[in-house]
């Protein structure tokens, strides 16, 4: 690691502002609804955690429910036999059942020990058995809207492509600090570990998912979209997929451009009455302004082309 590594910060031209807009409007728009993003309450959000950590989401579902209908509270956690949480825990494969035995530990001392109220905080959740720093601050962003930036897997492969954060754990953490809202820890937290979950995943589906950056994203822009979990460029290299994201991040350096102005900033090659000239331009733009990027108008004969405000 380099020192510039260690002190990576936002370039300056990124507008956080409305990096942070899109994202959480984004989400707020549609998001897949788990039902532990319905609720509040600790216990059942820490429920969640720790059955994620090793299950797919999806199958997560029905165990939850049917953990909260067999102990709906903490207490009843705390009150009921060790070995049945285990069975049932071994029943649902929900991974080790060491997990088990840390919920069930960790549901007597909120009882015992904190009058059955959770710590509302990152640093006191992790007094709880089985209970580490990642589980603690979801719980603390979810539960209480207190916690820090979480960075998973997900999280740092967003980073890295959209932003050009370097491959590093402490710039992962800091650049994800920037960014995060101040007091906005669950929904922010929500919002991009559901971005990496459904639209920049190893292989990413940035425009089948409408991703709300593409206007910003280095990747999109040049098409490498590797990543610290996706060693190797995925298939689409030098796709209709980059041509779309320099027609973005050209028009984000301009108020508009006329075809043949906007042409040579997105391809080399570029001819207006060649293979890769007007009419391969206009469809490209098409497909943007179907997707709600891009505004295409006629103006003394000539189509041009701005971003979608």
């Keep these: 690691m380099t020192d510039a590594d260690a002190d990576a910060a936002l370039p300056d031209d990124v507008d956080v502002d409305a990096l ?56 009843a956690l705390a009150d009921a036999d060790r070995s049945a949480v285990v069975g049932f825990w071994s029943d649902q494969r929900l991974g080790y059942n060491n997990r088990a035995r840390y919920l069930h530990e960790a549901a007597g001392q909120v009882v015992d020990d904190y009058g059955g109220e959770f710590p509302g905080t990152p640093d006191g959740l992790q007094e709880l058995m089985g209970v580490g720093p990642y589980t603690a601050n979801a719980v603390a962003s979810f539960a209480f809207n207190a ?26 953490e ?19 570990m559901e971005l990496g979950g459904v639209a920049c995943e190893k292989q990413p589906r940035c425009d089948e998912a409408g991703c709300p950056w593409r206007r910003w994203c280095h990747a999109y822009e040049t098409g490498d979209f590797t990543a610290p979990d996706v060693p190797t460029q995925p298939e689409f290299e030098g796709s209709r997929r980059q041509m779309r994201g320099r027609v973005v991040r050209a028009l984000g350096e301009h108020d508009e451009l006329t075809l043949d102005d906007l042409g040579p900033r997105v391809r080399v090659d570029y001819a207006p009455d060649g ?28 189509t041009v082309a701005r971003l979608r405000q």
């Design 174 to 192: 800091r650049v994800a600090g920037e960014l995060m809202p101040a007091g906005e820890s669950r929904v922010w937290n929500n919002a991009i």
């Design 275 to 302: 293979e890769y000239g007007r009419e391969w331009l206009r469809e490209l733009c098409s497909d943007l302004t179907d997707d709600g990027l891009v505004e295409l108008r006629e103006c003394d004969g000539k």
């Design 20 to 75: 942070r807009t899109a994202l959480v409007e984004w989400y707020e728009a549609d998001h897949r609804d788990y039902p532990w993003r319905r609720t509040e309450d600790p216990y059942e959000i820490l429920v969640s955690e720790v059955m994620s950590q090793q299950t797919q989401l999806d199958r997560v579902v029905e165990a939850w429910d049917a953990f909260l209908d067999r102990w709906p509270t903490v207490e």
């Design 147 to 172: 916690g820090d930036a979480v960075v998973d897997t997900n999280v740092k492969r967003v980073l890295y492509r959209a932003v050009g954060v370097p491959d590093d754990d402490a710039a992962f």
